[in-house]
């Protein structure tokens, strides 16, 4: 690895995961020195070999239209067992915050009454919709899954970045990427104890079935895509056959007398429960946008009279604002009664007066973000923004402050990266992804780390050209020995173990003998 690594060095002010004052950081040793036993040729070969194999296997993400390879790089992302425990324990307080604010605001408002958050903050957010008030969650969850969007700071500190209680995506590559890197480095692989995320869809699947309205023993459970041409089509169709559930569009579904029903060849089939990879705002066209053809008419009733549940639920992304993101540190203390045990990105709120008058002596040093943007998309990065722009910029904050917040330039970590046949460090963030069964919150060993692959650039979204790395999670005598010791199997939450297999077996045996009419197959 020599040739490899030789003219490596870090980003200026940057925290570097692999190397550090005192030379290679633990979590990485064994890693390097089983990498070292390849030459740089071969460590380049398989990182082409990475590349074709996931265009074959139509591992893919659209960007401007066009499907292109989800970028892998040959060298994973690797944390230590105590540095794991630091991430879990603390995007599960994240969750059970979130999960008693969003049951509050279209409950009770007990935060409002409180003055832990302005109630304007709420009802002003474009993703709040007071058409869903009132509904009860049949096991009290909101957010079934939940990417919580983490970077490390200058001194190597996971921050919180931001929430999404949305639709949250991006959990099929992480499958795909630990299969892919034990197909690409065996010899790397095996040689260390990497806790498993291939149990993912199975504890989805349990916190789905938990959340079936009351009385339904054996729920239907379906995805519902946008259809082929939504740019994470093939994360839709992964989930929905290792899950063993039908994949369906809104043609496919039916609503009737307050109920919701499949159209299968053998007739309708009721559906419990919708894992919805659709936005809020096409979901309903009752409701919501009568436009839209990606959804159905009709489930906002079926979801309030109890007959269905919608996962994740409708008006969530209330949380996703980024204006309420400068909120959940007090409401982790109101709700939970705790401190935060991830600390947030220091945040400007523009609607303050005071925040918006020093931002704007200050443009040209910060990073403005709009509060209901993702992907990256309509970020000012003040330092490499022209005297144009920011001028723009000033002019779209003064006209609506509450549409914008502004935080200091974070320096997110830098992993070394395969550019041009070398090693170069890129900026990174991690999204570990929570399921919550409403008895428990699993956090999926790793997450996805995505990979800013331009020099110098800070924007790592899939959707900017980003791309992704295997992130390991190392048990605690993550380097194997000469003696192996077998781990026990992590429980899937909400799941009896006996009867797990017989009986989602012989469900999904049963489900796939019914051909849908129309739409994708899964």
């Given at each position: 690895m020599s040739l490899l690594f030789r003219d490596y060095a870090g980003t200026p002010k940057a925290f570097d995961e692999v190397v550090g004052a005192q030379g290679v950081r633990v979590a990485y040793g064994s890693v390097l020195r089983q990498l070292a036993k390849?030459?740089?040729?071969?460590?380049?070969?398989?990182?082409?070999?990475?590349?074709?194999?996931?265009?074959?296997?139509?591992?893919?993400?659209?960007?401007?239209?066009?499907?292109?390879?989800?970028?892998?790089?040959?060298?994973?992302?690797v944390l230590l067992a105590e540095e794991w425990a630091e991430v879990e324990e603390g995007v599960a307080q994240r969750v059970r915050a979130l999960e008693a604010f969003l049951s509050d605001i279209y409950g009770e408002g007990r935060a409002f009454r409180d003055r832990v958050i302005p109630r304007r903050v709420v009802v002003t957010s474009p993703h709040y919709h007071r058409v869903v008030a009132g509904i009860r969650m049949p096991n009290r969850v909101r957010c079934h899954v939940a990417g919580i969007d983490l970077v490390r700071d200058e001194v190597g500190r996971f921050r919180v970045l931001e929430d999404n209680v949305r639709v949250p995506s991006g959990v099929s590559y992480v499958m795909t990427n630990r299969r892919a890197m034990f197909s690409a480095l065996p010899e790397v692989t095996a040689r260390h104890r990497i806790r498993p995320v291939e149990g993912y869809p199975l504890q989805l699947l349990a916190a789905l079935r938990a959340s079936a309205p009351s009385g339904v023993s054996d729920p239907t459970v379906v995805v519902l895509t946008p259809g082929v041409y939504n740019s994470a089509y093939f994360e839709h169709a992964?989930?929905?056959?290792?899950?063993?559930?039908?994949?369906?569009?809104?043609?496919?579904?039916?609503?009737?007398?307050?109920?919701?029903?499949?159209?299968?060849?053998?007739?309708?089939?009721?559906?419990?429960?919708?894992?919805?990879?659709?936005?809020?705002?096409?979901?309903?066209?009752?409701?919501?946008?009568?436009?839209?053809?990606?959804?159905?008419?009709?489930?906002?009733?079926?979801a309030r009279a109890g007959n269905v549940t919608i996962a994740n639920a409708v008006g969530n992304g209330v949380a996703d604002d980024k204006l309420v993101y400068t909120y959940i540190p007090d409401l982790i203390r109101y709700y939970l009664g705790e401190e935060p045990k991830l600390a947030s990105v220091d945040t400007w709120r523009l609607e303050d007066e005071t925040h918006r008058e020093e931002v704007l002596d200050r443009l040209d040093e910060l990073v403005l973000k709009p509060v209901d943007g993702s992907g990256g998309k309509g970020i000012v990065i003040g330092p490499?923004?022209?005297?144009?722009?920011?001028?723009a910029l000033r002019a779209r904050i003064l006209k609506d402050p509450r549409g914008w917040i502004a935080q200091p330039v974070v320096q997110l970590s830098t992993v070394p990266t395969m550019i041009d046949g070398k090693m170069a460090p890129r900026h990174v963030d991690l999204?570990?992804?929570?399921?919550?069964?409403?008895?428990?919150?699993?956090?999926?060993?790793?997450?996805?780390?995505?990979?800013?692959?331009?020099?110098?650039?800070?924007?790592?979204?899939?959707?900017?050209?980003?791309?992704?790395?295997?992130?390991?999670?190392?048990?605690?005598?993550?380097?194997?020995?000469?003696?192996?010791?077998?781990?026990?199997?992590?429980?899937?939450a909400g799941v009896p173990q006996g009867a797990l297999g017989a009986e989602l077996v012989q469900k999904q045996a049963q489900q796939q003998q019914q051909t849908r009419i129309g739409g994708a197959s899964c």
């Open positions: 390849l030459d740089a040729d071969e460590v380049r070969a398989r990182a082409e070999y990475l590349k074709s194999t996931y265009l074959d296997q139509g591992v893919t993400f659209d960007i401007g239209g066009e499907e292109r390879p989800f970028p892998l790089d040959i060298v994973p992302r992964l989930l929905a056959r290792m899950m063993g559930v039908e994949l369906v569009e809104g043609r496919d579904l039916v609503c009737h007398n307050g109920r919701v029903s499949v159209r299968t060849t053998q007739g309708l089939r009721p559906v419990h429960v919708i894992y919805r990879r659709v936005d809020d705002e096409f979901l309903d066209p009752a409701q919501f946008r009568s436009d839209s053809m990606l959804g159905c008419a009709g489930l906002i009733t079926a490499r923004a022209n005297a144009k722009q920011l001028d999204r570990p992804f929570a399921v919550n069964s409403g008895d428990s919150i699993y956090v999926l060993p790793g997450g996805l780390t995505r990979v800013a692959l331009p020099e110098g650039e800070l924007i790592v979204n899939s959707s900017q050209g980003g791309g992704s790395k295997d992130t390991w999670v190392l048990a605690e005598d993550g380097v194997r020995g000469h003696r192996r010791r077998r781990r026990p199997r992590e429980p899937l």
